[in-house]
Each structure stands twice: as structure tokens, then as C-alpha cells.
């Protein structure tokens, strides 16, 4: 009796050891993957296919599985010393946002799809920079975005990686470079300044002929505007007008008319 009760009594330890080591497999062997998650699943090394979003089942021990973030990635490309075709050295940084296409390829193809990825973002930054000129690197950003990006775009493309755009962050440039950018900024206002000076002398030596040109077609418009600038010259009670002998014609009491008259038109417009 005593012995059928230790019998019953190690069936039972047993039996919940049993149960416990059931649970454990069944516990480990139950997955979940979130919405931006697939799990890349290997039985015994080969390639079963992927898992995910939501609940799914392994075999422990058989089945290993590698978790892929399909979200959008950035990597914060470091501060790259780039030399351009003019012989101008700058510090460049950039910034790569890039997302998981093909989880199988990026965990088969590549070891590490995050790093390789970034060391190939540092040199095709270096390499495309390297082919332009200063001016273009300041002034034309995002064409050169959009090389970088393309060009990374189809050397990832091999390892499931989508790149969604590359932004060239900051540019530095040596203290002397500035001052002599300065100074090209500077002489460029000089000469815009300049030509607007010459085109504004030119505007008005057009006007001024076809100003003579009237005049001589009119000569009495002559003989007026000359008399309104003795009048404008005579009100400052500290001149003496003197006019030549000459001036005085046939027709000065017809101008002299012709002034009064102008002056009283004025004098009401006031």
C-alpha cells in the first residue's frame, strides 16, 4: 500500500514536471510580431519564409528567427571632409531616411544592412561632392539630394533596402573661404551698382536728345524754357541775372507775355 502511494506519488511530480516543461516549449515556441514587424524564420539553417504581423509558431530549438523593422530608418551621416573639382575643401554632413522592401534579401544578402548601408552612404556623399564645384554644392542641394539618393537607391537595391530621400544637412567651409566668398559678394553689388549707374545715365542722355530735338522744332520752346530758368534764378533775392544783348530779339515782349501768363496759370493752380 505504502508502496502503490510513493508510485502514484512520482507519476504525479512527474506529471507536473511534464506539464511544466509543456508549458515552457508552448510558451517559447508562440510568437508575435507587431503591425511594422516580419519575422525571417531559418529550420535548421535553411530559409522557411517569413512571419508576421500578429501570432505565429516556431519550433524552439529547430527554428531560429530574425525580427526586421520594416519603419522608416535615418542614419546620421558623419561630418565627411570632401575636396571639389575647384580644389575647395568642406566638411559635409547628410542625413539618409531608408525603410526595409525585402526583409529575406536584407537579413541574407547583407550581415549588417544598417551599417552597410551607412558606410555606403559616407562614400557615395564624399564621391558625388567630389565632382562639383563649390558654387553648385551652396546653390544646387537638392539636385545633388537627388543624385545621392539615386545613386544609393540602386547599389541598396540588391539588399531589400528603399531609400526615401537624402538631405545634405550642413556645409563648412574654411574661415578663408568665407572672407573671399565675401569679398565676391561684395565686388558683384559693386557691380550691379555700377550698371544701374550707367543704365540710368544712359535713360536720361536719351531723354535729353529727344528734349533737343524738340526744342529745335519749336524754337519759341526754346526761348520759354529759357526765360522760366532766368525766373527760377531770380527769385533768390541775393543773384543778379545778367543776359546777353543778343538774347533780346524781335519776339522778347511775345515771350515775356508768353511767361507772365505761364506765371499767373501757376499762381491759380496754387
Do not use: C, H
Request: charge should be neutral; charged fraction near 30%; aromatic fraction near 4%.
Amino acid at each position: 500500500m505504502i508502496r502503490r502511494e510513493a508510485v502514484i506519488v512520482v507519476l504525479v511530480e512527474i506529471s507536473i514536471i511534464v506539464v511544466f516543461i509543456v508549458l515552457i516549449i508552448l510558451a517559447s515556441a508562440v510568437k508575435v510580431a507587431r503591425e511594422y514587424e516580419r519575422a525571417v524564420i531559418f529550420r535548421l539553417g535553411r530559409l522557411r519564409g517569413t512571419k508576421g504581423p500578429g501570432l505565429y509558431l516556431i519550433i524552439p530549438v529547430v527554428d531560429r528567427r530574425v525580427v526586421v523593422d520594416l519603419r522608416i530608418l535615418s542614419i546620421d551621416v558623419p561630418q565627411q571632409r570632401v575636396v571639389t573639382v575647384d580644389n575647395v575643401s568642406v566638411a559635409v554632413d547628410a542625413v539618409v531616411y531608408y525603410r526595409v522592401d525585402d526583409p529575406i534579401k536584407a537579413v541574407i544578402k547583407v550581415r549588417d544592412f544598417f551599417q552597410a548601408t551607412n558606410l555606403l552612404a559616407q562614400t557615395t556623399l564624399r564621391d558625388v561632392l567630389g565632382q562639383v564645384e563649390l558654387d553648385d554644392l551652396l546653390s544646387k542641394r537638392d539636385e545633388l539630394n537627388k543624385k545621392i539618393q539615386d545613386l544609393l537607391d540602386v547599389a541598396t537595391d540588391p539588399w531589400g533596402i528603399k531609400v526615401q530621400s537624402v538631405t545634405i544637412r550642413d556645409v563648412s567651409l574654411p574661415d578663408s573661404m568665407v572672407r573671399a566668398i565675401a569679398k565676391q559678394a561684395e565686388a558683384e553689388r559693386e557691380r550691379r551698382s555700377r550698371v544701374i549707374m550707367a543704365e540710368g545715365e544712359f535713360q536720361a542722355g536719351q531723354r535729353m536728345l529727344e528734349a533737343a530735338q524738340l526744342y529745335i522744332q519749336a524754337e519759341p520752346a526754346m526761348r520759354l524754357r529759357e526765360l522760366q530758368t532766368l525766373a527760377e534764378i531770380a527769385r533768390e533775392g541775393n543773384l543778379i541775372v545778367v543776359t546777353p544783348a543778343g538774347a533780346v530779339g524781335e519776339k522778347t515782349g511775345e515771350m515775356a507775355g508768353m511767361a507772365a501768363a505761364l506765371d499767373e496759370k501757376k499762381a491759380a493752380k496754387k
